[in-house]
């Protein structure tokens, strides 16, 4: 399955490496946010990665509502619980959510309905930094610390229509906004889900962008420049 180099199974708890989700970030996603990355002194597992994880363990749902709610380290062993209930908390080794999922309606288990979701979803997801954020942050006069950068995933929710699908769905952006709160701002990515050339679905994600500091154009375009620069080479 598409996520079998990305994690390992311990018995009744799952593993991500440092190694592994870097990997799933600029495989899969086309993300190279730093914080990805195995050797950085704040390095998580990607959200996007937990949030694969989840559709492959509990399927996809008419509606549903993710919430990080803690980092995930290096190697941290990760309890996914087998439950039928609609209010799925994902914990740690030390008994911390990581993870909350909300979900209701009708609930599919079609891997192919799983992987297309996950493939389309975590490349639109990986699209923020430059594509999305840049055009944002100059029009609201901000930017983050490229010497620290802190932009985290937060929440991501979306609703179908119908999980009957005639071809894989793919994702589209429908609209991005920057909600500034004095050193931090909330990005907000509405997304449609397509079946074909109609829209089946619809859902938005939530960026906290923090250490924010007044816009400057030479700095922050040397530093979208190295990113470019590192996709390119991968």
Do not use: W
């Amino acid at each position: 399955m598409l996520l079998d180099p990305y994690y390992t199974q311990q018995e009744s708890s799952i593993k991500i490496s440092a190694e592994q989700a870097s990997f799933f970030a600029k495989k899969e996603c086309q993300d190279f946010n730093p914080i990805h990355d195995p050797d950085s002194k704040r390095f998580c597992v990607p959200g996007d990665l937990l949030f694969a994880l989840a559709l492959k363990e509990y399927g996809v749902s008419e509606s549903m509502n993710f919430t990080f709610t803690n980092m995930v380290g290096d190697s941290v062993a990760l309890n996914f619980p087998k439950t039928d209930s609609d209010h799925i908390i994902v914990t740690n080794d030390q008994g911390k959510s990581v993870l909350e999922i909300k979900k209701s309606g009708k609930s599919s288990d079609d891997i192919e309905l799983i992987e297309s979701l996950i493939k389309k979803y975590v490349v639109f997801s990986g699209q923020n930094f430059p594509t999305l954020l840049m055009p944002l942050m100059k029009e609201n006069n901000v930017m983050f610390n490229p010497a620290r950068p802190l932009v985290m995933y937060n929440s991501m929710n979306f609703e179908f229509d119908t999980l009957s699908l005639n071809n894989p769905v793919h994702v589209e952006l429908a609209e991005s906004t920057l909600e500034v709160e004095a050193k931090r701002a909330n990005e907000f990515l509405h997304f449609d889900i397509y079946d074909g050339e109609k829209v089946i679905g619809r859902g938005v994600k939530t960026v906290v962008v923090g250490g924010l500091k007044p816009y400057d154009h030479d700095s922050i375009t040397a530093f979208a420049e190295n990113y470019l620069a590192n996709r390119n080479a991968f």
